[in-house]
């Protein structure tokens, strides 16, 4: 069983730029969930994706859109970048099952800078 | 929003030692889940509660599901320098009535460092 991977590792940016970054999900998992965490804090939810439209959405503004492709794997972009923004960005997959029992298993982050 | 209020933030321990750690809110949650996050890794799930009052253990590690719904602790015997991390407390929640899917609120951690 593949695990949760993300692409790339490490991204340094400037201010007003835009990124992309990916995630694959888990085999077996339809759901995949970004969340953005800064240093010293707990990961905040950004927003999910389930068969490819976004099931929910957290309080971050619209210039943070996703995508969820056919073959599950996501995409989170974030447009005209903020120092703010300078996180590990985590992606978790998941495959709902109406309850609270839905385990999320997260994947290694992506580390991006804002200068 | 959904907040989880996590203590201590740090604790610097002995190897050998028992740690003790916690999670409150104001809200009323179903689930609770213990993470652990280690340097460039991803949290991972260590324990999951679904029933008030219920008391679980992983190896070591044993937490329980408080009473009133909105609290939960865990605790770690006999530390071992392989325990240091960040744990981090969590909840599911629905956005929406009908969602596919649950969303976490996490806790802002407990950095935990042991000292061989």
Request: aromatic share 12%.
């Amino acid at each position: 069983e593949t695990g949760v991977t993300q692409s790339p590792t490490h991204l340094i940016k400037t201010r007003g730029q835009q990124v992309t970054l990916r995630c694959s999900s888990q085999s077996g998992h339809n759901t995949v969930s970004w969340y953005q965490q800064a240093l010293g804090q707990g990961p905040q939810f950004i927003f999910q994706y389930y068969r490819e439209e976004e099931n929910g959405r957290g309080n971050f503004p619209p210039r943070f859109s996703g995508l969820q492709f056919p073959n599950y794997s996501s995409e989170l972009n974030v447009n005209a970048l903020e120092l703010d923004d300078s996180a590990l960005y985590l992606c978790a997959s998941s495959s709902p099952t109406g309850g609270s029992q839905e385990t999320q298993y997260f994947g290694p982050g992506t580390r991006l800078l804002v200068l | 929003g959904q907040q989880l209020n996590q203590s201590p933030q740090s604790m610097f321990i002995q190897e050998g030692e028992d740690v003790s750690m916690n999670c409150t809110s104001s809200s009323i949650f179903n689930t609770w889940l213990w993470y652990k996050q280690e340097p460039g890794e991803g949290p991972v799930l260590l324990i999951a509660l679904y029933k008030a009052g219920e008391l679980t253990s992983n190896g070591r590690l044993t937490a329980q599901f408080g009473i009133t719904r909105k609290d939960s602790f865990l605790n770690i015997s006999a530390s071992i320098p392989s325990d240091v991390g960040i744990y981090f407390c969590a909840c599911p929640f629905s956005l929406y009535a009908g969602n596919a899917g649950n969303m976490l609120t996490f806790g802002g951690g407990t950095r935990l460092m042991v000292k061989p």
